[in-house]
């Protein structure tokens, strides 16, 4: 009992830190900012669209022994293997990756050391990077026993210090629908299509701990999943906190990562750009670490290990190397375009894997997925100056949810058209 209780922890903190990258240490203080006295409401949104999501993904993939594939399997072959290989270019080297190690740079390297060259920390950051994740099962005992620790002592210094001495008197919020915001915000760290991939690097963990029965693999990834989402809530809640104490201070303009920067130094002094740097390195450092192990265990498996894990994670650090130095800026202004389409469809399928075994009809996963799909490829036409007016008529549009309802006409329409091919995986539901 006690090793399993052990490894829960272990698993668990990993399982945190691989969420809690620097993005997700912008938006709770912001939010904490708009919201004022109304924080708590504002982050009961925030934790229901982000840990819930997460939660729910990360049993999805545990119902699925791990296989990020079979989540999307239903769908149909082309969507199963086109939707899961965008998630994890995007989550890999396209985007989340690279963007790691240049908000490192940017907000942990640049306020200390001013002139250090942003080449030669993407080479180190990468290195390090590449020799934490050539091991795959050694991925999560790395993070969860040694990094992790680290990450929550920084953090929980500078929450508990700003809550000892709170930095100003709360003002009531700027904003109407507090709730709602939450819920977008949450919504916009696109936490659950790294969940589905962090997902089966936890489960390559646990089977090599010597776990081999399905059920207890599934009960301990959840538990896993629990740790991790108390310790997102008390770090969020802490944030977001520390955001409301400053609501006095700053108005809506301000930058998320002048807001952070500004809030460690009026709490800390100077002592608290470190403090950041190391905040920021050890979050992103441990992201990096998940979602490479993850990408590479997910091409090495689509290709029968024809591509073996190790040359995968190669490839995908050289690749983050060089775009990491194109700027945060730059990176999300390329690749979000993809992640709002492909994020909306994933999350059907996740919703839709765990009701599986009550939802006889492929068609219900098909139509609702490209349902999903079509809503969300309409939404980032608006970007490109191609106006759908009627996408910003449907239900729920204001919390970026416009999907909702298609969705849901969708799979009802699906539920009616029989479907002539049958899941493989029909046969394998597991108890959850």
Wanted: hydrophobic share 50%; proline share 4%; with cysteine.
């Amino acid at each position: 009992m006690k090793k399993i209780n052990k490894d829960i922890i272990i698993v668990g903190f990993a399982l945190f830190a691989m969420f809690f990258g620097a993005g997700n240490l912008l938006f709770p203080p912001f939010l904490g900012l708009i919201t004022g006295s109304s924080w708590l409401t504002g982050f009961s949104g925030f934790i229901l669209a982000d840990v819930g999501l997460s939660l729910l993904a990360i049993l999805a993939i545990a119902k699925c022994n791990g296989e990020v594939r079979k989540v999307f399997s239903r769908a149909g072959d082309k969507l199963s293997i086109v939707l899961p290989c965008a998630i994890m270019i995007c989550i890999g080297p396209l985007l989340a990756i690279p963007r790691t190690a240049a908000t490192t740079f940017e907000m942990g390297i640049q306020p200390i050391f001013s002139g250090f060259n942003s080449i030669v920390f993407s080479i180190i950051f990468f290195a390090v990077t590449l020799l934490l994740t050539i091991k795959p099962s050694k991925v999560v005992d790395i993070v969860g026993s040694y990094l992790t620790p680290a990450l929550l002592i920084a953090l929980l210094v500078l929450i508990g210090m700003g809550i000892v001495n709170p930095l100003g008197t709360i003002q009531p919020s700027t904003i109407d629908g507090v709730f709602s915001e939450g819920i977008f915000q949450g919504y916009q760290t696109l936490d659950a299509i790294g969940a589905v991939s962090l997902g089966a690097v936890v489960i390559t963990s646990i089977a090599d701990k010597g776990y081999k029965k399905q059920e207890e693999i599934t009960s301990l990834t959840f538990k896993a999943g629990l740790v991790a989402a108390a310790g997102l809530f008390l770090v969020y809640g802490g944030l977001a906190y520390l955001g409301a104490t400053v609501s006095g201070m700053f108005d809506s303009n301000v930058q998320q990562a002048t807001l952070i920067v500004s809030i460690t130094e009026m709490i800390l002094g100077y002592p608290g750009k470190v403090i950041l740097a190391i905040i920021v390195a050890l979050a992103c450092l441990t992201t990096a670490i998940g979602l490479t192990s993850a990408t590479g265990q997910y091409f090495s498996k689509l290709t029968n290990n024809k591509i073996k894990y190790e040359v995968i994670v190669t490839v995908v650090c050289l690749f983050s190397l060089v775009v990491s130095n194109f700027g945060v800026s730059t990176i999300i202004k390329f690749s979000a375009p993809i992640l709002t389409i492909i994020y909306p469809p994933t999350i059907v399928l996740v919703v839709y894997t765990l009701l599986g075994k009550y939802i006889k009809n492929d068609n219900v996963f098909k139509f609702g997925t490209y349902a999903a799909l079509f809503i969300s490829i309409l939404n980032i036409l608006g970007d490109f100056g191609v106006k759908v007016p009627v996408i910003n008529k449907l239900p729920l549009a204001n919390l970026g949810f416009n999907w909702v309802v298609p969705v849901l006409v969708a799979s009802a329409i699906g539920y009616f058209v029989k479907s002539n091919n049958k899941s493989k995986y029909d046969e394998e539901e597991i108890a959850v």
